[in-house]
């Protein structure tokens, strides 16, 4: 990498990230989340993508409301946490 801490007249430069993310899928908040993609896709999918997210799992006589974090394997999951990340 030749000249990768040189800043041109603009202020661009690069900046290399590592990290490591811990339970992403379960800390992503659906409200902040429809805001982001109302920034690059239609409003219209960008409330179904949540509202995927947003549903109730019952089983026997217990019920839970996903309000908080993505459920693995649904179709926009892949790329919800590429963009959120």
Do not use: C, P
């Not at 379960?26 to 179904?48: M, S, W």
């Not at 693995?72 to 963009?83: D, E, K, N, P, T």
Request: proline share 0%; aromatic share 12%.
């Amino acid at each position: 990498l030749e000249d990768i801490w040189d800043v041109n007249e603009t202020g661009e430069s690069v900046v290399l990230l590592q990290s490591q993310f811990e339970k992403m899928y379960e800390k992503i908040d659906l409200t902040v989340l429809n805001r982001l993609l109302r920034l690059i896709v239609d409003h219209n999918i960008a409330d179904y993508m949540t509202a995927k997210n947003n549903v109730s799992i019952s089983y026997k006589d217990m019920m839970h409301t996903n309000a908080y974090g993505l459920i693995r394997g649904l179709q926009f999951a892949s790329f919800i946490v590429q963009y959120y990340g």
